[in-house]
């Protein structure tokens, strides 16, 4: 029987990076990327998988990283929103159509509505609509009330990707 | 909050989990984790021992047999929503799966793990008991199985011991069914069913119902078929009369009563999600003729 605080290792790759850290077996993914890796993008809201704040990329599906422990992710691929586009590179075109459409206001439930659109546009392929963004958005609560913009802004993606 | 802590195992196979299963003390299994970890962190529950059953390939595939379709207990609802197999051979499911939770608690919710959990407004126990599902339990002595409305004994509780896991949920094809349908009462998109209602039918050559199955979710303790409605409808063509006759006097089942939904207003919901339900499974039949 081994003491139940006992670090685990856990060797992942987050963003494109392979990493390892150690851990408790209790510790969440989200408290993981925060306070070990230091990726405090993702934030930590009701930390039951209602408003959707810590969604992340798993092996490339959008997940409440509230809900899964650390030690599930060993050997996955993880992308947080410090993963969409890094310090010296262009935003990605969710992230613009965010910017130009005002779809934020405090900015504490955008990292994770950026995650689930980021799965949906790159899972969709072109049968995009506005009844299946709004059931995505659906799994995030922006308590600003911003969903309107919010909506805008990934409409224009659609519109966007369509035409290219 | 956190969760207490706890330690964490890892099983490659079926029978290493059900060994683990059968020394550990306080130990619970962790399917998709989207009900079982937020009980971890609000700490409602706590365990000793963490059994994730993610790592066993053979739980997490969906086969066709001659009169079954099985699903690993492991299947994610999401795999279930875009699989066309199930679309094609089990369209409640693959309909009804749209309403549990959001897209992104589907990524990892499971089929198996919404089943035990046994949540009286979730909609796959439903699903599962209007299509007569049975379960592939695996223990210490073996395997067993267990027919749906057996495995659902009470709230909150499957009729399973806790040496045992779900292996898969197995499908009967064997029944004709050419209507179904759904329909959920909630207070928001993603929210738990107030009132879920399922139904599936077969018509027979002379357009009467030669069979249904009508089964209600989030009415009372557990889910469970509305045996009368049913018997009054089989055998008979379904119409206005009909309908109007068997729903004069409105439901009074001795309902779950919260402070958002009232036992008497639950009963109402059920009785016009069944009024509908019935009319759409049973049109789903008439255009499924005509096809033929």
Partial sequence: MTDQSE???????????????????????????????????????????VCGACTVLVDGLAVRSCLMFAVQAVGRQIVTVEGLSSANQDLTDIQKAFWERHGLQCGFCTAGILMSLEEYFSTEGNSYSEDEIKDVLSGHLCRCTGYQNIVRAALDIVSDRTLK | MKPAQFQYHKPQTISEAIQLLSHLENARLLAGGQTLVPMLNFRVSAFDNIVDLGCIPELSTINENVDSLDIGSMVTQRMLEYSSLVKEKLPLLSHAIKYVGHRQTRNRGTIGGSLCHLDPSAEIPLVALTLRASVEIAGPEGSRDAVISDFIEDMLTPAISEHELVVKIKFPLRYM??????TEFSRRKGDFAIVAIACVMEMGTNGEVKDLVLAAGGLCEVPFRLEKIEDAIRGKKLNQSLLASIFENGFSFDALDDVFAPSWYRNRLACTGAKRVLAEAYERCQSYQELI
């Fill in chain 1, 7 to 49: 670090q685990i290792s856990i060797t992942a790759t987050f963003n494109g990076k392979e990493m390892t850290a150690g851990a408790s077996a209790r510790t969440t993914l989200v408290d993981f990327l925060r306070h070990k890796l230091d990726l405090t993008g993702t934030h930590v809201g009701c930390e039951h998988g």
């Fill in chain 2, 177 to 182: 069914w050419n209507g179904w349908a759904f």
